[in-house]
């Protein structure tokens, strides 16, 4: 039986980590989909065209290398604004949301274009400022040469992005239950999310 937990949200919002969490927690499998568009990303750094690194895209080069750099980040917000690239991710996101045993996707449109007929829906938010401060901490912690500023900056051109381009721009589905984490502990966050989940999981498993 599958069971699809959809988590959708603005960078640095703790998406991933309640994802992670919330799988373990449940024995679910994950899948950050936004890896999927870090990759495609890198690989126009690199020099190839984003259509063509989608649809060649496999599940070995999500692992490769380290795909959370600002860098990255912001090529993939680029590829993701073009409808063809977002088309050729489809199919591989909606099959490991339907497998047995449940699954958690994070990402931007989960609720929306992908799962929309997802068990749960989640959409986490938390206030810009802070969200640009969890990520200046995690960039800083890998020796990442970035400032406060700069990250605030990234963060919010990316969320301008995200939020109005036409193909399936990053909102709330209208059934998501919003989760704010500004004033929140991840522990606090994700005891909220497993008791939004609990209530939605069938009595037997
Ligand atoms: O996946 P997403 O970009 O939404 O965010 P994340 O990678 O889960 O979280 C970004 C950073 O914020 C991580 O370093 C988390 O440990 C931290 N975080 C936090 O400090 N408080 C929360 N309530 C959630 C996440
Ligand atoms: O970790 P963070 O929230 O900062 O970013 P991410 O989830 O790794 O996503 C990187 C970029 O990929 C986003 O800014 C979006 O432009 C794009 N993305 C998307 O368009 N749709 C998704 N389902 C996931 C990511």
Redesign the pocket.
């Known amino acids: 039986m599958s069971f699809t937990v959809a988590i959708d949200?603005p960078?640095?919002?703790?998406?991933?980590?309640?994802s992670k969490a919330v799988a373990a927690h449940f024995g679910f499998a994950h899948l950050d989909t936004?890896l999927l568009y870090r990759a495609v990303g890198r690989r126009t750094l690199e020099g190839f065209g984003a259509l063509e690194a989608a649809q060649a895209l496999t599940a070995e080069e999500l692992e490769q290398g380290d795909l959370r750099t600002a860098e990255i980040a912001k090529a993939a917000s680029k590829v993701a604004v073009i409808p063809e690239v977002r088309a050729a991710l489809v199919d591989f996101q909606r099959a490991f949301a339907r497998r047995s045993g449940g699954a958690v996707l994070?990402g931007r449109d989960i609720g929306t274009v992908i799962c929309p007929n997802a068990e749960v829906k989640l959409f986490?938010t938390a206030s810009p400022e802070v969200r640009a401060e969890?990520?200046f901490?995690?960039l800083s912690a890998k020796g990442a040469d970035v400032t406060r500023e700069q990250v605030l900056a990234d963060v919010k051109e990316r969320d301008a992005r995200d939020a109005e381009r036409s193909a399936a721009p990053m909102k709330p589905a209208e059934d998501a239950v919003q989760l704010d984490?500004t004033d929140?502990?991840?522990e606090a966050?994700l005891a909220k999310a497993l008791e939004i989940i609990s209530a939605k999981l069938p009595a037997t498993r």
């Not at 960078?11 to 309640?18: L, P, R």
């Open positions: 949200g960078a640095a919002a703790g998406k991933g980590t309640i936004g994070d986490v969890r990520r901490l995690e984490t929140l502990s991840i966050a």
